[in-house]
């Protein structure tokens, strides 16, 4: 028989005041896999992941944590799955490391704390109280919290966020060893590397729905799998954007439509054209820009990401 999924969310609906921020989502998590919440702020990942912490009850549809009810069945669920809230959610006032022993002692197998607190970079910070950490240093101690009792299934509401680099680096080492472990992850992030770097399955979210689902190959791969990327030498109105577009779609047999807009991750004068890229796209361009005597300062063909993807669906930029 199938593994029964880790999350199973169906119709799921949560009101504040008479505004939906959740508004119909479905949502399955795979048992033993990543699975990366992907969307804008205000998207409501956090309130879905809440619903599934048991934390917030929905107003319709059905949640089903592990098989269970997180609100009926909250006690049998608590010491099998970790939490990791976006706000920390720790006391202040006690020392780290203690913290953290205090954590371990309530799991029947927990994780070896010092080793836990020293790979988070944690080991120099044991006998600071929680108030006196970093933000970033926070977020370490709130994910070495949600981890120290073996969960069967960790949410991590925003993991990475706040934290330098390094910090980054080795939090993101943690989750591909958790799944290799066999522990179920369910993460929100905003950051597409972290969706594309650790996420099995990628499911994004705009408005309280579910807008585009799969791996981060197939979403990818969903519409043409390149982008032709551009420096300009001066900011480009709507007027000539559309002029551009039009320009790059008008041949004979050019196939899909293409859409020329403002990089999201670049600079003022950097651009973007989606759709089906081929060679013929590049020449087009620059046949653009020389009757407008335009000289581009760079211009490159690479891998649509999943911002392209999220651009593509909502017209907006994640971040
Ligand atoms: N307790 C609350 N009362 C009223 N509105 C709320 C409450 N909690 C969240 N919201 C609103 O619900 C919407 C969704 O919030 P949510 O935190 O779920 O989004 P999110 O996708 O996690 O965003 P972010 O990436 O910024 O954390 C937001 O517009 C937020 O302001």
Same mark, same amino acid.
């Given at each position: 028989?199938?593994?029964?999924?880790?999350?199973?969310?169906?119709?799921?609906?949560?009101?504040?005041?008479? *505004?939906?921020?959740?508004?119909?989502?479905?949502?399955?998590?795979?048992?033993?896999?990543?699975?990366?919440?992907?969307?804008?702020?205000?998207?409501?990942?956090?309130?879905?992941?809440?619903?599934?912490?048991g934390l917030r009850s929905p107003d319709a549809g059905t949640v089903r944590v592990l098989g269970l009810d997180p609100l009926?069945?909250? +006690?049998? &669920?608590?010491?099998?799955?970790?939490?990791?809230?976006?706000?920390?959610? &720790?006391?202040?006032?006690v020392r780290a490391l203690e913290m953290l022993e205090h954590v371990a002692r309530l799991h029947a197998r927990p994780r070896d704390v010092g080793e836990l607190?020293? +790979?988070?970079?944690?080991?120099?910070?044991? *006998?600071?109280?929680?108030? *006196?950490?970093?933000?970033?240093q926070r977020q370490r101690l709130a994910l070495a919290a949600a981890l120290v009792g073996r969960p069967e299934l960790v949410f991590l509401d925003e993991p990475s966020?706040?934290?330098?680099?390094?910090? *980054?680096?080795?939090?993101?080492?943690?989750?591909?060893?958790?799944?290799?472990?066999?522990?179920?992850?369910?993460?929100?992030?905003?950051?597409?590397?972290?969706?594309?770097?650790?996420?099995d399955r990628v499911v994004v979210v705009d408005h309280g729905a579910v807008i585009a689902q799969g791996s981060v190959a197939g979403l990818v791969a969903s519409g043409s799998d390149r982008t032709l990327r551009f420096t300009a030498p001066a900011p480009l109105d709507a007027a000539a954007l559309g002029s551009l577009a039009e320009a790059l779609s008008a041949r004979p047999g050019a196939g899909a439509a293409?859409?020329?807009?403002?990089?999201?991750?670049g600079g003022d004068l950097d651009y973007v054209v989606t759709g089906d890229v081929d060679a013929r796209t590049l020449a087009d361009l620059t046949a653009w820009c020389a009757g407008r005597d335009l000289l581009l300062s760079r211009m490159t063909v690479g891998r649509r990401t999943l911002e392209d993807v999220f651009l593509d669906l909502t017209g907006r930029s994640l971040r």
């Open positions: 028989m199938p593994e029964s999924p880790a999350v199973e969310i169906r119709g799921l609906v949560k009101r504040y005041g008479s *505004r939906a921020v959740v508004d119909g989502l479905d949502l399955v998590a795979d048992a033993g896999r990543v699975t990366a919440v992907l969307g804008p702020n205000g998207a409501g990942k956090t309130t879905t992941v809440e619903c599934c912490e009926a069945d909250a +006690r049998a &669920l608590r010491p099998r799955v970790g939490v990791m809230l976006q706000d920390g959610g &720790l006391p202040t006032g607190a020293e +790979r988070l970079g944690l080991g120099g910070f044991a *006998r600071t109280t929680v108030r *006196r950490l970093s933000g970033g966020a706040g934290m330098d680099p390094q910090s *980054r680096r080795a939090v993101w080492e943690l989750v591909r060893e958790l799944r290799d472990e066999g522990t179920s992850v369910v993460l929100t992030t905003h950051l597409m590397d972290e969706a594309e770097d650790l996420a293409r859409a020329v807009r403002p990089a999201a991750d």
